[in-house]
């Protein structure tokens, strides 16, 4: 089992909808985790951090859930601009510095 | 607001020729980090680097090799380049060890080698 695991999509959905990607990780030794977005050929970019209490920034939630291991990204009203790649990422503290995993990533593409 | 550059933005190889990734960042951050990114793989790790001086392997350094003589310079090196290195490569930076979850990354650099 990969240590990130996401749905790849794509996610198609009409402008205004409300969408969810879910993360699961398999180290329960994960510390931190966070949403990247990456457009399609650009470089990652940090979305947001996901807190043990869920947080929101806007149109946008990641909640965590510790005991069944996963995280989520809920984006409310979509927009044609949401259409992007949104990668899940770990960290486990303890090892060396190369410990922040990344998803393969989970698709989305938002339309008219 | 330059951020991380990386250089070249495209290139093509022939298998067996050798070339260099340049990544220069003006953020002064101490940690840099080479990713390679293949459809349906995800960011891998490299190579990275905690400080001026110092390099250590990632998940995926076979084939690869990297120098940090300055601090905001981290090199990514192919010394006889293979198909299978056909991919885009990142390089990212991040002020302390990465606890806030934020990298900073270049644009990318597509390599093709035939």
């Known amino acids: 089992r990969k240590e990130v695991e996401q749905d790849p999509g794509p996610f198609n959905v009409p402008e205004g909808a409300t969408v969810a990607f879910n993360c699961t990780y398999s180290n329960s030794a994960s510390q931190s985790f966070f949403w990247y977005r990456q457009d399609c050929r650009k470089e990652p970019k940090l979305l947001m951090s996901?807190?043990?209490s869920g947080n929101e920034d806007g149109r946008f939630t990641a909640q965590l859930n510790r005991a069944s291991q996963y995280i989520s990204l809920l984006i409310r009203d979509s927009k044609l601009s949401d259409s992007a790649t949104y990668l899940c990422v770990v960290i486990r503290y303890g090892g060396s510095q190369g410990n922040l995993i990344f998803g393969k990533g989970t698709k989305l593409s938002v339309k008219p | 607001n330059a951020g991380v550059t990386q250089t070249p933005k495209f290139r093509v190889l022939k298998t067996g020729q050798s070339m260099t990734l340049l990544c220069a960042q003006d953020m002064n951050h101490e940690y840099m980090y080479w990713y390679r990114q293949d459809p349906g793989m995800g960011l891998r790790l490299i190579h990275y680097?905690?400080?001026?001086?110092?390099?250590a392997k990632g998940e995926v350094p076979d084939g690869y090799n990297v120098s940090r003589l300055k601090k905001q310079n981290f090199l990514l090196g192919l010394e006889s380049a293979a198909p299978s290195q056909t991919s885009v490569y990142f390089c990212a930076s991040s002020p302390l060890r990465v606890n806030t979850g934020e990298l900073f990354f270049g644009e990318g650099s597509r390599l093709t080698v035939l």
């Open positions: 680097s905690v400080g001026e001086g110092t390099t």
């Open positions: 996901v807190y043990s």
